[in-house]
């Protein structure tokens, strides 16, 4: 139990004067002012001081956090500890002081104590959970992405499956259950658990299949899973099964360059796209050697800011090396091509995902990549038919999903088309 501290009058009686005064006070004055109440009444204070000090740290006029902002948020967490057990709000207090404090750990890069605070705030919510009979516990998302950015990719599979099987039974219509698939597939799939993860996107799959077919879902979202679903399957030696499945995204493609979708949906299917296209090219992607990768399956909005800021910022470095390597595939394409198409996918798929991830204008920042892309394979396939035309029909399918996104549907449809033929599935 915390006992009041003996504090100045003065210093009360002011602090009362601001949070009373008419006038609009500034967050500063606001913290100020329940800093000194809190020694004065810490049950009554104690909660308003922890959340002032969050709002504090963010600087709205500026849209980013303060200098001082983990500073704040560290008080802000202590201030929330310092609450009573006993006090009902205390786990709803302490929670989001550590999601906050939690964020600028790791945008300092300050990992290992992040992640430790992303653990606590599990624990609060396994134990608010159990409390309230609520079949999820809150901070098993954060969690599991975290354990994957370490490679921890078990343990985060492992997160990931109890959450699933948490929000499974209740289907599709909280909106988060196609989302928490893909993180789940990516952790099963990084973690070598290949057998589970194409059970996982079979779920997917279905689920999405349903949706679209009783115009509860897009029919775009339901064609990338399909072919990143189909991309799975051949990845792990089931070709067959993926010609067949690339067969259902052609009719669903089809349908969509004739009619378009059959409803009028938000943006979100652009962000699914730019999931599963990060997702398909993580396994091509190179192992980042001095710092974590983010989880393949989540959107950025899961991605801690260290992260987030090595993989977008690689796209500089990356354009350096392709124009650099550019030259030598030229005039060694023994050497250097089948590389310069490799590491022109990832900047492509890094940009597409940086790009969608701030503005619905996407399409005309990275189209030139995609355009790019296809060019760079063509000239695979004429030098070495064998492994270059396989690559020509990848790339092409990834610049059809990207006309998808752009609700380019006929584009879509013709690319996809010419990369079947590439794979000899066309009917």
């Not at 599990?122 to 599991?144: E, T």
């Amino acid at each position: 139990m915390n006992h009041p501290a003996k504090v100045d009058q003065d210093d009360i009686v002011r602090a009362r004067n601001v949070l009373l005064a008419s006038g609009r006070r500034t967050p500063g004055e606001e913290v100020d002012a329940y800093r000194v109440l809190a020694q004065v009444s810490p049950a009554s204070y104690l909660p308003l001081l922890a959340r002032a000090l969050q709002r504090l740290s963010y600087d709205a006029g500026r849209g980013r956090p303060r200098p001082d902002s983990l500073a704040l948020c560290e008080e802000a967490v202590a201030a929330a500890r310092s609450i009573d057990t006993a006090e009902p709000a205390r786990a709803d207090v302490l929670y989001g002081a550590l999601d906050s404090c939690q964020r600028e750990l790791y945008a300092v890069g300050r990992r290992a104590e992040g992640l430790a605070m992303r653990a606590e705030m599990l624990a609060l919510g396994r134990a608010q959970a159990q409390l309230s009979g609520a079949p999820v516990a809150r901070g098993l998302n954060g969690w599991a992405a975290g354990l994957s950015e370490e490679g921890r990719y078990a343990e985060s599979a492992d997160a990931m499956g109890e959450l699933i099987a948490a929000i499974l039974p209740g289907g599709p219509d909280s909106g988060s259950l196609a989302w928490s698939l893909l993180e789940w597939i990516a952790a099963l799939r990084d973690a070598g658990r290949s057998d589970e993860a194409l059970a996982a996107f079979e779920t997917l799959v279905s689920m999405e299949a349903a949706e679209a077919a009783n115009d509860r879902g897009s029919m775009a979202c339901h064609l990338y899973t399909l072919i990143g679903y189909a991309h799975m399957l051949d990845t792990h030696g089931r070709g067959e099964r993926a010609a067949l499945v690339r067969q259902e995204a052609l009719a669903l493609l089809t349908e969509l360059a004739d009619t378009g979708e059959r409803k009028s949906w938000s943006g979100y299917q652009a962000s699914f796209w730019a999931v599963l296209l990060s997702f398909s090219g993580a396994e091509g992607d190179r192992p980042a050697s001095d710092g974590p990768r983010p989880p393949s399956g989540a959107a950025p909005m899961q991605w801690s800011p260290d992260a987030k800021r090595r993989y977008f910022d690689s796209r500089h470095a990356l354009r350096e090396e392709v124009d650099g390597l550019a030259s030598r595939a030229t005039e060694d394409p023994d050497r250097h091509l089948a590389e310069l198409v490799r590491l022109h996918r990832i900047l492509t798929v890094r940009s597409a995902v940086y790009w969608e991830h701030r503005t619905h204008l996407f399409a005309q920042q990275v189209r030139s990549l995609f355009d790019d892309g296809v060019g760079l394979a063509t000239r695979l396939s004429q030098h070495d038919p064998a492994d270059g035309t396989r690559t020509l029909a990848r790339i092409l399918i990834d610049r059809s999903t990207f006309h998808t996104a752009a609700r380019e549907f006929r584009p879509a449809l013709n690319d996809f088309r010419l990369a079947l033929s590439y794979l000899g599935e066309v009917n």
